[in-house]
T-cell receptor
């Protein structure tokens, strides 16, 4: 049973517009969430994170929103750029904080 | 430069052979991890180690083995018992050096294993 779900396998956005990537989780004990970006045949790189005590965290063009009651988080990229085209993984920290649980990823395509 | 290295980038093996994937880090991180990625799938945890000479099974440990004799190294052996070993394997480490966020894991470039 998937504990972290990214229900949209893909998303296409025009350059300059907003990209919104969504993530849902089922385990209410998760208390830390991270977003990773991954290019083909490379390792994921960390983008941004949020603690469960916050509802928003911003870093440049990237903002993550957390809705604990809905067990939902989203990553906003504004403005989107062609270099943002990649697979984005949502990850949650387990109760012991020792490992990350990943979603299946969303492939973002930004066209110029 | 500090980071994680995995070798080789591509690996081919015949069915029934054991193969060992290398993972080295010079970040002085205590924790290390092995994940497997299949097409359309997320990263699934195989094994992890919080400290030298100690490791725990992840969600899909069957058919794999690891060792952690040194802090810098966490090799993964894919044994002949692994039913479907062809995949992209990723090693990661976690610690305070270079981290911008609690629980951030740093990933290596990955090894693509193909079993013929």
């Amino acid at each position: 049973d998937q504990q972290v779900k990214q229900n949209s396998p893909s998303l296409s956005v025009q350059e300059g517009r907003i990209s919104i990537l969504n993530c849902d989780y089922t385990n209410s004990m998760f208390d830390y969430f991270l977003w990773y970006k991954k290019y083909p045949a490379e390792g994921p790189t960390f983008l941004i994170s949020i603690s469960s005590i916050k509802d928003k965290n911003e870093d440049g063009r990237f903002t993550v929103f957390l809705n604990k009651s809905a067990k939902h988080l989203s990553l906003h990229i504004v403005p989107s750029q062609p270099g943002d085209s990649a697979v984005y993984f949502c990850a949650a920290s387990n109760q012991a904080g020792t490992a990350l649980i990943f979603g299946k990823g969303t492939t973002l395509s930004v066209s110029s | 430069d500090g980071g994680i290295t995995q070798s080789p980038k591509y690996l081919f093996r015949k069915e029934g052979q054991n193969v060992t994937l290398s993972c080295e880090q010079n970040l002085n991180h205590d924790a290390m991890y092995w994940y497997r990625q299949d097409p359309g799938q997320g990263l699934r945890l195989i094994y992890y180690s919080q400290i030298v000479n100690d490791f725990q099974k992840g969600d899909i440990a069957e058919g794999y083995s690891v060792s952690r004799e040194k802090k810098e190294s966490f090799p993964l052996t894919v044994t002949s018992a692994q039913k479907n070993p062809t995949a992209f394997y990723l090693c990661a480490s976690r610690g305070s050096t270079g981290a911008r966020s609690y629980n951030e894991q740093f990933f290596g470039p990955g090894t693509r294993l193909t079993v013929l």
